[in-house]
């Protein structure tokens, strides 16, 4: 791993020395079921799971780094002690959980008794996070969830500015393009990173240009609106649970079918599947259907809702970057390799790819976790930059943020010219204007 | 001669029986506690149950090269799959045993030929060497190997080997004979109580990922 020594004493200077062991022994009795008891008691240490690790690969097979040297060296060890762990230990394990580990889940499948590993890092991050150790970024991102239900703190004035903004952007080009906010009964309520209005927005203004060209119903929320789930990653499950709530139940007051999750993989990771369970809803299904970005562009070139101009088809090498949480987390790579030739004519896959695919090293909220951890993320990228180089790809289609970010940081690192592009920069640039929306 | 030893006696009567209540017993138990626990506390088991994936989940695995894993390092999954299979058998099909089997109860398996079983146990004890070394020289398998995961090694094979050289008379038979059945026994006590239990265990992991990866996403947890 890189050197973060100077990072992490920096991380823990402030923090409070005295541990409430007691916090520690309630979440390792929540969490006592027979699935961590079973996996902490049959591990056979056969070593498997260590090439399925990305981590572990891309520095130097460290065998520290393999996935079951993780969990025996953090959640392993504190269930051994009951919970009687000192500072010193728990900084350790702060490194294994937010640095070592982006639960990308790859090594459960890899492990012949599929032990879920990245389960058991999540609740070593709980414990960390009970004990004032978690990444001091993820723990900012979390107040401002707590406070305006939303990672980025953005007041609702301020969203709905930014959406009228975004609309009025289109303008020039298009007529008829709108943002809804808080529209009822619409079909989708479309929720997105905090991210896009601060840093993208011209994510929404393409969001809102491909709704109307396929003429949906659609609108934005002014609150549960951010899809994504820091605190989550933080370690802070309760938190992570309101925020899950939050677009559960404003789903259900607009009376929207469908909640769409914007080109973001964590998000649909939180929402469809770990959402229920944080947000403590019976039976595992959230209530309301959780649709990704990949699949509605799927839909929409299928139906011809959307049809792309032969001439505009990019041209250029392009392959395509599943992110864990869409592709293997969330079970939509064959939906993405269908989008794929509508939109480019020389399409080159990674190997291995679809549910086997590696991590880019951005997910599990180390891209959040800011410029102080890039050096990490550089060196355990090391494998996803292989990949892409060994397709000679000049474009990388990634429809997550974290993964987008990432790979034009490791482009950059690795000297690949290649660039990240996200599926509705391509489909706005490439789509056949149809008459309804059409300026000219 | 060797009938009148007390010591064969006892561990062939009464602590045999009490061996095999122990390990039958002690892997009962310890699915139902399981079960119960999991009733209480991992309700993500039972809402996503999917026979199909659950199914695809274990016999991947319970097949040699089925996974990208075990294809991933073919020579260990051959080693792992003979030692397996040789494990068990050696001591349910071996004459010896069956006869045993069929003065207790009247019922026995099917025996194989002694040359076979014989061969059979070289291979077994073969495998266990090929395994203890790999533990050594991996430096991912070593760093994650403690004490008690070489001892269990150790009490695995002990029984064969034992039995092994009882059989060919290499050595004091009739102790060997007697440290034969008291490892073997040792190993059956030990197996619900220890990460032996995988023997049962293994379904219900695995099964589990399968729900979990495949029902839940589509994606092959193999």
Known sequence: MADIQTVLEKEFKNADFLLDIQKIRNILDANNGARIRTWLSICSRCGLCAESCFVYLSNDQDPKLSPAYKFKHTLGQIYRLKGKVDRTFLEKCY???????????????DCPFGIDIATMIAISRNICHSQGIRPKSLAEFSENCRKAGNHMGIPVEELIDTCDWMAEETEDEFRGVEIPVDKPNATFMYTINPREPVYYPQDISNAAIIFAAAQESWTIPSFGWDCTNLPMFAGDSKLAGQQVRNVYKKAKELGVEKVLITECGHAYRSLAFEGPYLAEYAGGKPPVEIVHYVKLIYDYLKQGRIKIDPQKKIKEPVTYQDPCNVSRNGGLWEEARKIIPYIAEDFRDMAPNRDRNHCCGGGGGVMPMGPDYKAARMASGRIKAEQIKATGAKIVIAPCHNCFDQINDLSEEYELGAKALSLKEVIVESMLIPDHISKY | MFKQNTMYEILTG?????????????????IAFLYRLSR??????????????GLKSIL?????????SMRNQPVFTFVVFVFHLTLLAVPLFLGAHNMLWDEAFGLSLWSMPDVIVDALTVIMLASVVFLFIRRIVRDEVRILTGAWDYTLLCLTVAPFLSGFLAYHQLGPYESFMILHIIFGEILLIIIPFSKLGHMILFFFTRAFIGFEMGGRRGARSW
């Not at chain 2, 009464?14 to 009962?28: H, Y």
């Not at chain 2, 209480?40 to 994936?53: A, E, M, Q």
């Not at chain 2, 991947?60 to 990208?68: D, F, K, T, Y």
């Open chain 1, 95 to 109: 490194e294994i959980a937010w640095l070592q580990c982006t639960l990308c889940k790859r090594c459960s499948m």
């Open chain 2, 14 to 30: 009464p602590v045999l029986w009490i061996t095999f209540s122990i390990f039958l017993g002690g892997l009962v138990v310890r």
């Open chain 2, 40 to 53: 209480k506390k991992d309700p993500v088991f039972y809402n996503h149950v999917n026979f199909t994936w």
């Open chain 2, 60 to 68: 991947h695995w319970l097949v040699p090269w089925g996974s990208a």
